[in-house]
């Protein structure tokens, strides 16, 4: 009987909780759109961070890096690199969100889409927001109330975001930093 009981209050929760998630994007969709066939080419790249890595990713973001593995899209078009994207999950206020964050050749985010949002719609921002990073790149200023507006109702979401980014940018710093030659003792 209690199993019963338990089961139809988990599954009463899990409808309640999916009619708020909502997913915009799958991740393939999102790399057709920011690197669109047949003039670019997407090669995803694993990474691992080694612990200095990660410490100093925490450092130039002041966020900590959730996993050592690093996933990432390296886009060429026409011949020239056009870009990079990363995925970022994490929590808002009790349920995920996931974006895909591009950034331009040179480092900087060119956009921000959400991929999925299980929170209620209303706390999330609207599409002109996430316009708001384009071009900023990692600094001080990437902050909500800096380079980044508040956003009434959906604060714990634009802070969320902002981490994220920053985040994002500084493992990009990071790995696309040319690699270091071995130290050699005489």
């Not at 790399?31 to 200095?52: G, M």
Request: proline share 6%; aromatic share 8%; glycine share 4%.
């Amino acid at each position: 009987m209690f199993s019963k009981v338990l089961t139809l209050v988990l599954v009463g929760f899990m409808g309640e909780r999916s009619s708020e998630a909502k997913v915009f994007l799958s991740l393939s969709e999102a790399l057709a759109q920011a690197f669109p066939a047949p003039q670019c080419q997407v090669k995803t790249e694993n990474r691992y961070l080694t612990e200095a890595e990660a410490k100093q990713a925490q450092e130039l973001s002041g966020e900590r890096t959730p996993s050592a593995l690093v996933v990432r899209y390296l886009a060429t078009c026409g011949g020239k690199a056009a870009g990079r994207a990363y995925t970022d999950t994490h929590r808002v206020r009790t349920h995920p969100e996931s974006l895909f964050v591009v950034l331009d050749a040179s480092g900087r985010v060119r956009k921000i889409e959400v991929l999925s949002f299980d929170e209620p719609l209303e706390y999330m921002p609207r599409a002109e927001w996430y316009e708001t990073f384009n071009q900023v790149p990692l600094g001080n200023d990437l902050q909500v109330r800096q380079k980044i507006p508040f956003v009434t109702g959906a604060s714990l979401t634009s802070q969320a975001t902002v981490k994220a980014a920053r985040r994002v940018l500084a493992l990009d710093q990071i790995l696309s930093a040319p690699p270091q030659a071995p130290f050699k003792a005489k």
